[in-house]
C-alpha cells in the first residue's frame, strides 16, 4: 500500500515537474537608464543584461564557452555594446560614448558608459540593437531621465531610431507626417 502510494506520488511529481520545464520560456530583454545631468554636463549610462544572454552570444562569436573575467571578452563586450547602442544628437551627429567599465554577476551584466550632455540639450535620438542579432524576440527598454522627469522607450526587432525629448516631440524618427 505504501509503495503503490509512493508510486502514484512519484509518477505525479515527475510529470508536473516535466510539465513545468516544457512551459518555461525564456526573456530576452536588455534595460538601459539613460541619466542627463545638466548640472554636471554629462549623459550617463548603465546596461543591463542577463548573464546568459552575454553568454550565449560570445559562444557564437567564440565558437565555445569563455571565462567572462578574461580580457579579451571585456573587450569584444566593449567593441559590441559600442556598436548596438548609439545615441544621437539632434543635430543628427553621433554622441561619443566613453566606456567606463563592466561589472559582471551572477545573474546579470552592467555595462557604463558616459557622454558630454550640451548646454540646454533635452533631446536624444538613440537606438539600442543590443542581442537583436542574436533573439529574435529581443526587447531593449532604455529610462531617460531628465531633471526628475523620465521617459521610456521598448526597441524590438524592426526598432530603428527614436528620438526622446523633455520640451518636444517624442516618437519614432525620423518623424512622420
Not at 516544457?22 to 542627463?36: E, G
Not at 573587450?75 to 544621437?88: N, P, R, T, V
Request: aromatic share 14%.
Amino acid at each position: 500500500m505504501i509503495f503503490r502510494n509512493l508510486t502514484k506520488f512519484l509518477i505525479l511529481f515527475f510529470v508536473m515537474c516535466g510539465a513545468n520545464i516544457s512551459f518555461a520560456h525564456r526573456y530576452y530583454a536588455s534595460f538601459s537608464q539613460v541619466d542627463m545631468q545638466p548640472e554636471k554636463g554629462t549623459i550617463e549610462i548603465t546596461h543591463r543584461v542577463f548573464t546568459h544572454d552575454i553568454e550565449d552570444l560570445l559562444v557564437r562569436f567564440n565558437g565555445g564557452p569563455v571565462e567572462l573575467t578574461d580580457e579579451k571578452v571585456k573587450s569584444f563586450l566593449k567593441d559590441y555594446i559600442i556598436q548596438s547602442f548609439a545615441i544621437y544628437g539632434t543635430d543628427g551627429e553621433k554622441i561619443p560614448l566613453a566606456w567606463i567599465a563592466v561589472e559582471v554577476t551572477f545573474n546579470d551584466i552592467y555595462v557604463y558608459q558616459e557622454a558630454p550632455l550640451s548646454e540646454g540639450q533635452d533631446t536624444l535620438i538613440m537606438t539600442n540593437r543590443i542581442l537583436m542579432d542574436l533573439f529574435q524576440e529581443q526587447s531593449n527598454t532604455v529610462n531617460v531621465k531628465y531633471e526628475r522627469k523620465v521617459k521610456s522607450h521598448t526597441f524590438q526587432k524592426d526598432s530603428k531610431l527614436y528620438q526622446i525629448s523633455f520640451s518636444g516631440r517624442t516618437g519614432d524618427y525620423p518623424f512622420k507626417n
